[in-house]
């Protein structure tokens, strides 16, 4: 565990120090790079284009976060039950649309750039969210819940006090999945002119430089790492706070 | 009181002599939004921006009267609590009055003699479409079929498709007129396409099931092989196919024979090693998750009858592990569908070519060219997995 905390803290100073002076590493992607040309990428700011495309992914996670946290709630209501099935057929449906397409298909309705990405990203993060949030809700156990309209809760208050809290960590795992999807995702978003690190390696591609996919591949890699751990971390922390207040 | 926390729903009360369906009221906004809005859009020529048409005016008047009269009538019963027994053909029987009606408004709004206007489906169609497919989804969650016959309604929906493609229903339409002008572009990207796919999932099968056998067995191995898998699936897809062109480049210059057999740094190779990294992750890990199910008194069962290791593997431990590592399969076979249109941007092939294409030249009718075909194969291949996995866990079940 320990070790794996290195790692970690030297992956993480070893990106910012690549961001920030990417050229101290020119030495190690000039490995990849053809005879004169290019070893780091030289049409942009590499720091600007990572944290574009972490504003993109965290925009399009928190927007798809509340509507999957919003829509799980209501169907999980006794009002909102009648969508139940319906809502479980769309998330499977809605996970068989390749990402490529979603974007393409969302660039005739509004343009390049940013745009189609952030559309992409966020049905992308609804399904795992919704899907988690969905499990959490509906497996909560008995004899909790049973307490909770014994001590006479209203139904806002058993949700936020004891539906919510308890279904936490599963819901939280959805939006970890989201993320790691769409630090990927954004990436694809580059073919319809986002700007994010995706540029990065489809420069690389069009221009036969495998240094540009070499350290734009990375750097996407090790945030997702890092991100992932972070947040599985945040996971564990939430996990133990509701074993602690659980009264069993 | 109530028994569990999602099931509260409320007993019905006939205090109110009309009760309304939630999702038909929801069908009904979307109806009344899709009617106002442009039904279908017709442009000078491929590329320029076109003009957007109405219900009315994008059909002949019989046609136009037919549409509305067969979507008034099923938001209808979409709206009132009518048996599901109802609402699923009413639903399927709309679906294909927009089908069929597509072509006709291509057919109408098409001057004769003109090769250059292309006529497409505006966002009036496709928001009539997905509110139909909505109340035939629902019904359809509702009737809860079984395995066979979802197959068997996957079936007759290519059927249908089929029959309308072949009988020239739709050629009016732009996007026939972009496959009509790449039609053996077309049949040969879509072969590579599902050679990428299905080749990279026989492939993570092959060396993936003996993989998690071995970190199910050898408990040492499991951590690392995980982990690695884990980590590879980190690395953007864009990324993994171009990095992966410099080691192929090096094995086609350098190992006799691998030229000779389609190895090259640029184009498939490349894009089917990276779909095979990609699909290790879920076949190994479902299987290291379905050999760990086994329950302990079958494992030893079979001990005490005298079966060797490898018996007890073949007939007992993958039998019952069988659903679960068809669910990572599932998940290998659609993501690889979606995934290998990216193949195009390393000259992989596929139908991604159509979609790359058509961002270029802003044709988005060749971007629905290679997209629409992509989803739907994906879509079916999600629909055949899940019944073979439903199957199974019966089967399982029961012997």
Same mark, same amino acid.
């Given at each position: ?18 961001? $920030? ?30 944290? *574009? ?5 965290? @925009?399009?996670? $928190? ?7 919003? *829509? @799980? ?28 397409? $979603? ?69 939280? @795992? ?45 750097? $996407? ?26 009264? @069993? | ?6 099931? /509260? ?107 250059? =206007? ?30 066979? =016959? ?17 009988? /020239? ?14 039609? &053996? ?20 099968? +092959? ?21 690695? +898998? ?36 640029? /184009? ?12 290790? +992750? ?34 007992? &431990?993958?039998? +019952? ?6 669910? /990572? ?46 989803? =739907? ?15 199974? &866990? ?6």
């Amino acid at each position: 565990m320990k070790a794996g905390t290195i790692i970690r803290v030297i992956a993480f100073a070893l990106l910012v120090a690549f961001l $920030v002076q990417p050229y101290w590493f020119e030495p190690f992607f000039a490995l990849f790079a053809n005879d004169g040309a290019p070893a780091i990428y030289n049409q942009g700011d590499l720091l600007t284009l990572t944290l *574009l495309h972490l504003q993109i992914v965290f @925009a399009a996670t $928190v927007a798809a976060m509340i509507v999957a946290v919003g *829509l @799980a709630i209501l169907v999980t209501r006794p009002s909102g039950s009648e969508f139940l099935p319906l809502s479980r057929s769309l998330v499977n449906i809605g996970q068989t649309f390749p990402p490529v397409a $979603v974007l393409a298909l969302a660039v005739p309705a509004v343009g390049f750039g940013a745009k189609p990405t952030l559309i992409a990203l966020f049905l992308y993060g609804l399904l795992p969210i919704f899907e988690n949030a969905l499990t959490g809700l509906t497996t909560l156990p008995k004899p909790v819940v049973e307490a909770s309209r014994g001590m006479g809760m209203t139904s806002l208050q058993r949700l936020r006090k004891v539906e919510l809290p308890l279904a936490a960590p599963v819901i939280l @795992a959805g939006i970890r999945l989201s993320v790691t999807i769409g630090l990927a995702t954004a990436t694809i978003g580059s073919t319809v002119a986002a700007k994010t690190l995706g540029e990065v390696i489809i420069a690389g591609l069009n221009s036969n430089n495998l240094a540009f996919v070499v350290q734009g591949g990375l750097v $996407v890699a090790v945030l997702a790492v890092l991100i992932y751990d972070l947040l599985s971390a945040l996971e564990r922390m939430i996990a133990r706070r509701m074993g602690r207040g659980e009264p @069993a | 009181m109530a028994d569990t926390v999602a099931d /509260g729903a409320p007993q019905r009360r006939l205090s109110w002599p009309l009760q309304f369906d939630k999702l038909g009221v929801v069908i009904a906004v979307l109806t009344g939004f899709a009617l106002v809005a442009p039904f279908a859009t017709m442009r000078a020529n491929r590329i320029v921006a076109g003009e957007a048409m109405g219900v009315v005016a994008s059909l002949p008047v019989w046609a136009a009267a037919m549409l509305l009269a067969s979507v008034l009538a099923t938001t209808i019963i979409a709206i009132l609590r009518t048996p599901t027994a109802l609402r699923f053909p009413a639903g399927i029987a709309t679906l294909a009055v927009l089908a069929i009606l597509i072509g006709v408004a291509g057919e109408h709004l098409t001057p004769d003699d003109n090769n250059y =206007a292309r006529v497409s489906p505006a966002y009036g169609f496709w928001l009539l479409l997905f509110a139909f497919a909505l109340l035939t989804t629902d019904a359809m969650a509702r009737l809860k079929l079984g395995p066979l =016959a979802r197959i068997g309604m996957l079936g007759l929906t290519a059927l249908a498709v089929g029959l309308l493609l072949v009988s /020239g229903q739709w050629d009016s339409l732009s996007i026939m007129k972009e496959y009509s002008s790449r039609a &053996e572009t077309f049949s040969s990207e879509l072969i590579r396409h599902l050679l990428l796919a299905f080749g990279s999932l026989a492939a993570a099968v +092959l060396v993936g099931l003996p993989l998690g056998i071995a970190a199910h067995r050898i408990a040492r191995v499991r951590a690392p092989v995980l982990n690695v +898998l884990n980590i590879i699936q980190t690395i953007p897809s864009i990324a993994l196919f171009g990095i992966l062109i410099a080691p192929l480049a090096w094995i086609a210059a350098n190992v006799p024979g691998a030229a000779a057999i389609g190895i090259r740094g640029i /184009g498939a190779a490349p894009a089917f090693v990276a779909l095979f990294l990609y699909s290790l +992750l879920p076949v190994v890990a479902n299987t290291v998750v379905g050999l760990a199910g086994v329950p302990r008194q079958a494992n030893d069962a079979a001990r005490g009858m005298g079966m060797t290791d490898r018996q007890r593997l073949a007939k007992v &431990e993958f039998p +019952l592990a069988f659903p679960v590592i068809l669910t /990572g399969i599932r998940i290998v076979l659609v993501q690889n569908i979606g995934m290998a249109t990216i193949a195009a941007l390393i000259g992989g092939g596929g139908l991604g070519v159509f979609v790359f294409q058509g961002i270029g030249q802003t044709a988005m009718d060749l971007v629905l060219l290679g997209a629409l075909p992509t989803v =739907a194969m994906a879509f079916a291949a999600a629909v055949v997995l899940d019944a073979i996995i439903e199957m199974t &866990e019966r089967r399982g079940r029961t012997s």
